[in-house]
C-alpha cells in the first residue's frame, strides 16, 4: 500500500521511534490467515518486542506470548492476555514460583531442571503443559552469534541425551534453530527433527518450532509454511506452535533522528552526526552487523532493492552516532540532497530488537515511543512516552 504518511513529521524532538498500527495490522492478519489454515498457534516473542502500547493491536490476531523471564511473564499477563509459554535456559527457584501462578506452557532446557522443579508445577491448581526444548543439531544460521546448534551451544537437549529419558510429566518438545528464515529452511529443520527424535514424536501432544519464521517479508512462502504445518500435524496428530518475534512487526517501525553536525573529511568521506546511537538505539546494527535502510537514501555497498538510480545519490556520509565510541557507526549512505544540520533522518524496520534492547549508554536519551495510523486521514499520531533525566538516574542509582 502507498504510504503518504511522512514518519518524520512528528512535532516532537528526536530521537523517537514510530510505530505504524496500520503496518501492524497487516503483519497481524498475515499471521491470524496461518493460523486459521493450519490450526497451529501463533505466539509473540516478547524479547523480539515488548512495546505493550500497542499489544491490543496484536492479541486479537494471536494465541498469546512467549516469554522467556518473570518481567517478560508479568507483562504478558497484564497486557497481552491469552496463553504464556515460558522458555529460559534455566530458571531460579524464586523466578518459578512468581511465574507459575500465570503461565500455561513451561519448556526446560534439561532434564535437571525438571526433575527440580518439578513438584512446584504440580502444587499449581491449574495443569501447566511441560515440555523439552531439543537441539536437532542442524542449523542454517550463518553467524554464530544466532546459531543455537553448534557443539557449543547451552539451548537443548540433544536426541542422544533424550533417548534414555522418560517423557513422564512432559507433554510437549520445542525447537528454536532458525533466524530470517524462509519455510524450506523449516522442512528440512523438520527432516532432521523427525528422524532423531521420531519416538518422542508419538508421545506429546504439542511441539513448539520455535522463531525465525521471516513471514511477513516480500516473498516469503506462506503456502509453504501451512502445508508443512499441516502435514506434520496430520503424521503426528500434534498441536503446533510457533513463536516468531521479528515477523509480527517487521517493517511497521521507525526511528527518526535529527543531523547535529556535518564534519567535512577532505581525505575521505564527510561525517554526519546524529542525535541518535547504534550502539544504544539500535543495537543489532553492531551486534549482527547490519546497516539499517534509510528512507530516501541508499546504503553504499547496495545493488539491489533500491528506488534510487545510482547517479542521483551524489551525496556520500557516514552517518555516525553521538556517543563517544568510536565504532558507533551506523553506516556509509548516499543521499540525493547535501545533509544540514536540522535535517531529520529515517531509519527503516526499527521495531524489532531495538525498543526492548537499547541502552542509556553514555547518557543518552532513550527515544521516544510514538505511534501513528498511516491509513487513517490525519495519522494518528500519539506520544506514548518520553524519557527524561529522571529515568536515566533512576537506572543508575
Ligand atoms: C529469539 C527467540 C524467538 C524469536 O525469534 P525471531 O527471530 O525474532 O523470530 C523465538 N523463540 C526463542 C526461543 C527465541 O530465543
Given at each position: 500500500?502507498?504510504?503518504?504518511?511522512?514518519?518524520a513529521?512528528?512535532?516532537?524532538?528526536?530521537?523517537?521511534?514510530?510505530?505504524?498500527?496500520?503496518?501492524?495490522?497487516?503483519?497481524?492478519?498475515?499471521?491470524?490467515?496461518?493460523?486459521?489454515?493450519?490450526?497451529?498457534?501463533?505466539?509473540?516473542?516478547?524479547?523480539?518486542?515488548?512495546?505493550?502500547?500497542?499489544?491490543?493491536?496484536?492479541?486479537?490476531?494471536?494465541?498469546?506470548?512467549?516469554?522467556?523471564?518473570?518481567?517478560?511473564?508479568?507483562?504478558?499477563?497484564?497486557e497481552?492476555?491469552?496463553?504464556?509459554?515460558?522458555?529460559?535456559?534455566?530458571?531460579?527457584?524464586?523466578e518459578?514460583?512468581?511465574?507459575?501462578?500465570?503461565?500455561?506452557?513451561?519448556?526446560?532446557?534439561?532434564?535437571?531442571?525438571?526433575?527440580?522443579?518439578?513438584?512446584?508445577?504440580?502444587?499449581?491448581?491449574?495443569?501447566?503443559?511441560c515440555g523439552?526444548?531439543?537441539?536437532?543439531?542442524?542449523?542454517?544460521?550463518?553467524?554464530?552469534?544466532?546459531?543455537p546448534?553448534?557443539?557449543?551451544?547451552?539451548?537443548?537437549?540433544?536426541?542422544?541425551?533424550?533417548?534414555?529419558?522418560?517423557?513422564?510429566?512432559?507433554?510437549?518438545?520445542?525447537?528454536?534453530?532458525?533466524?530470517?528464515?524462509?519455510?524450506?529452511?523449516?522442512?528440512r529443520?523438520?527432516?532432521?527433527?523427525?528422524?532423531?527424535?521420531?519416538?518422542?514424536?508419538?508421545?506429546?501432544?504439542?511441539?513448539?518450532?520455535?522463531?525465525?519464521?521471516?513471514?511477513?517479508?516480500?516473498?516469503?512462502?506462506?503456502?509453504?509454511?501451512?502445508?508443512?504445518?499441516?502435514?506434520?500435524?496430520?503424521?503426528?496428530?500434534?498441536?503446533?506452535?510457533?513463536?516468531?518475534?521479528?515477523?509480527?512487526?517487521l517493517?511497521?517501525?521507525?526511528?527518526?533522528?535529527?543531523?547535529?553536525?556535518?564534519?567535512?573529511?577532505?581525505?575521505?568521506?564527510?561525517?554526519?552526526?546524529?542525535?541518535?546511537?547504534?550502539?544504544?538505539?539500535?543495537?543489532?546494527?553492531?551486534?549482527?552487523?547490519?546497516?539499517?535502510?534509510?528512507?530516501?537514501?541508499?546504503?553504499v555497498?547496495?545493488?539491489?532493492?533500491?528506488?534510487?538510480?545510482?547517479?542521483?545519490?551524489?551525496?556520500?556520509?557516514?552517518?555516525?552516532?553521538?556517543?563517544?565510541l568510536?565504532?558507533?557507526?551506523?553506516g556509509?549512505y548516499?543521499?540525493?540532497?547535501?545533509?544540514?544540520?536540522?535535517?531529520?533522518?529515517?531509519?527503516?524496520?526499527?521495531?524489532?530488537?531495538?525498543?526492548?534492547?537499547?541502552?542509556?549508554?553514555?547518557?543518552?536519551?532513550?527515544?521516544?515511543?510514538?505511534?501513528?495510523?498511516?491509513?487513517?486521514?490525519?495519522g494518528?499520531?500519539?506520544?506514548?512516552?518520553e524519557?527524561?533525566?529522571?529515568?536515566?538516574?533512576?537506572?543508575?542509582?
Amino acid at each position: 500500500m502507498e504510504q503518504h504518511f511522512d514518519y518524520a513529521s512528528v512535532n516532537i524532538e528526536t530521537p523517537y521511534y514510530i510505530i505504524d498500527r496500520a503496518a501492524l495490522r497487516r503483519n497481524m492478519e498475515v499471521h491470524a490467515d496461518i493460523q486459521k489454515r493450519t490450526g497451529c498457534r501463533i505466539l509473540l516473542a516478547m524479547k523480539a518486542f515488548s512495546t505493550w502500547c500497542v499489544f491490543h493491536d496484536m492479541a486479537p490476531y494471536l494465541a498469546g506470548a512467549a516469554a522467556s523471564s518473570t518481567n517478560e511473564v508479568f507483562l504478558a499477563k497484564e497486557e497481552f492476555g491469552k496463553i504464556i509459554q515460558m522458555y529460559s535456559p534455566a530458571y531460579s527457584e524464586s523466578e518459578l514460583k512468581a511465574v507459575l501462578p500465570h503461565i500455561d506452557y513451561l519448556v526446560f532446557n534439561s532434564v535437571n531442571q525438571y526433575e527440580r522443579f518439578r513438584h512446584l508445577v504440580k502444587e499449581q491448581d491449574r495443569k501447566i503443559h511441560c515440555g523439552y526444548r531439543i537441539n536437532p543439531e542442524y542449523s542454517e544460521v550463518q553467524m554464530e552469534i544466532y546459531n543455537p546448534c553448534t557443539n557449543r551451544s547451552r539451548f537443548g537437549m540433544r536426541a542422544e541425551v533424550l533417548a534414555d529419558v522418560t517423557m513422564k510429566g512432559i507433554d510437549g518438545l520445542h525447537f528454536h534453530t532458525m533466524c530470517q528464515q524462509g519455510s524450506d529452511v523449516l522442512f528440512r529443520t523438520l527432516e532432521l527433527v523427525e528422524e532423531r527424535f521420531e519416538k518422542f514424536l508419538r508421545k506429546i501432544k504439542w511441539i513448539n518450532f520455535g522463531g525465525g519464521h521471516h513471514i511477513t517479508r516480500k516473498g516469503y512462502d506462506v503456502d509453504g509454511l501451512c502445508e508443512i504445518i499441516n502435514d506434520f500435524k496430520d503424521k503426528y496428530e500434534l498441536e503446533v506452535f510457533l513463536e516468531p518475534g521479528e515477523s509480527h512487526v517487521l517493517n511497521t517501525g521507525y526511528l527518526v533522528a535529527t543531523v547535529l553536525d556535518v564534519i567535512e573529511n577532505p581525505t575521505s568521506i564527510d561525517v554526519a552526526i546524529l542525535d541518535t546511537s547504534a550502539s544504544a538505539h539500535m543495537p543489532d546494527v553492531i551486534e549482527m552487523p547490519y546497516t539499517p535502510e534509510i528512507l530516501k537514501a541508499r546504503r553504499v555497498l547496495e545493488t539491489t532493492d533500491t528506488d534510487m538510480p545510482l547517479e542521483e545519490g551524489r551525496y556520500k556520509y557516514i552517518i555516525g552516532s553521538k556517543t563517544c565510541l568510536s565504532g558507533d557507526i551506523i553506516g556509509e549512505y548516499l543521499f540525493k540532497k547535501p545533509l544540514r544540520v536540522g535535517d531529520r533522518v529515517v531509519f527503516a524496520d526499527m521495531s524489532q530488537y531495538t525498543i526492548c534492547k537499547n541502552t542509556m549508554f553514555n547518557g543518552l536519551k532513550l527515544p521516544a515511543i510514538v505511534t501513528c495510523d498511516s491509513d487513517t486521514p490525519d495519522g494518528n499520531v500519539q506520544i506514548v512516552k518520553e524519557f527524561h533525566y529522571e529515568d536515566f538516574k533512576g537506572r543508575m542509582s
